[in-house]
């Protein structure tokens, strides 16, 4: 054998001896799979994690299903025994004092109507803060976060005040626009828009495009995961928001289905099935939107924290 041979044969015993990712053999390297033990630990995790946010909601679906002396034996029944749907009936019937369906309807529109008035306001000025220089431009977001910080108790009279100098007392635009311009949109956006590449806006304005369209044709599209996430939210709180209906809407007609629920449970007794039937259908939104948007909403809770 030459020398060239005996020379690379240990290297090359070396080079088979070590994993690609240059780790002993005899070491656990990345590519490993974990121990059986600890698989189980995590499929028991995530089934107790699944029991506590999925139970109550099961509770409340089987309780609506249930007799009114049902709902409250002891022991607690967990399948309704017998089943019935007499929970659901009186909430069907839009002739009745309760409508629920038209409360359903009033949330909905309430709800989707914020959030595009919140989203559209709050991405102009979170683009301002995001990428213009202009004076005064850190005081500006500085009170804007400042405002985070009070309790939204403290804007119910001053709001109540404004809505009744307005005549939107008792109609659907007292519970859509006083929340339209909220702080936490612009500063969920503001860090969303600045984690996106400055160079694709750059190019875009070398392209001869100007600062408008720059912002819809180009930031827009790249933030559809953070515009989705505010979306969201914003509906989210404006479906269960509870105290500001109550101050605002009177009649059963206008009611929100927050606010309406609460006329459901009586002074001395409370027919629960009948309870949770309206919660059921008020839960219905707000679990198809999640699981419509539930990619986007992590995407863009994500990203909104990368660059601040």
């Not at 499929?43 to 089987?62: D, S």
């Not at 008020?282 to 924290?305: C, D, H, K, T």
């Amino acid at each position: 054998m030459s020398t060239a041979a005996r020379a690379a044969a240990p290297l090359s015993t070396a080079s088979t001896s070590t994993s690609a990712d240059g780790l002993e053999p005899n070491r656990p390297g990345r590519g490993q799979r974990s121990s059986p033990l600890s698989r189980v630990a995590f499929v028991v995790v995530l089934v107790l994690l699944t029991a506590v946010f999925v139970g109550p909601l099961l509770w409340m679906f089987l309780t609506s299903f249930k007799t009114p002396d049902g709902a409250t034996s002891i022991p607690p029944q967990l399948f309704p025994r017998p089943a019935t749907a007499d929970g659901y009936r009186p909430l069907l019937d839009t002739s009745s004092q309760t409508p629920v369906i038209r409360w359903f309807l009033n949330s909905l529109l309430a709800g989707v109507a914020n959030s595009v008035i919140v989203t559209a306001t709050a991405a102009l000025a979170a683009y301002a803060l995001a990428r213009l220089d202009f004076p005064g431009k850190r005081v500006v977001f500085g009170l804007i976060i400042a405002t985070l910080f009070v309790p939204g108790f403290v804007f119910l009279i001053p709001n109540y005040l404004i809505v009744n100098s307005l005549g939107w007392l008792d109609t659907l635009w007292a519970v859509i626009l006083p929340s339209a311009g909220g702080a936490f949109g612009v500063f969920f956006l503001r860090q969303f828009f600045s984690s996106l590449p400055m160079e694709l806006e750059e190019a875009a304005e070398i392209d001869g495009a100007n600062r408008w369209q720059t912002f819809f044709r180009v930031v827009l599209p790249l933030s559809k995961p953070g515009i989705s996430t505010l979306l969201v939210l914003s509906f989210l709180t404006n479906y269960n928001d509870f105290l500001w209906p109550v101050f605002v809407l009177f009649s059963p007609g206008t009611l929100t289905l927050p606010a309406g629920l609460s006329i459901l449970q009586g002074a001395f007794t409370i027919n629960y099935p009948v309870v949770m039937a309206g919660a059921a259908i008020a839960s219905v939104p707000a679990i198809v939107l999640f699981i419509l948007a539930q990619r986007n909403i992590v995407e863009g809770v994500a990203r909104s924290g990368l660059k601040g």
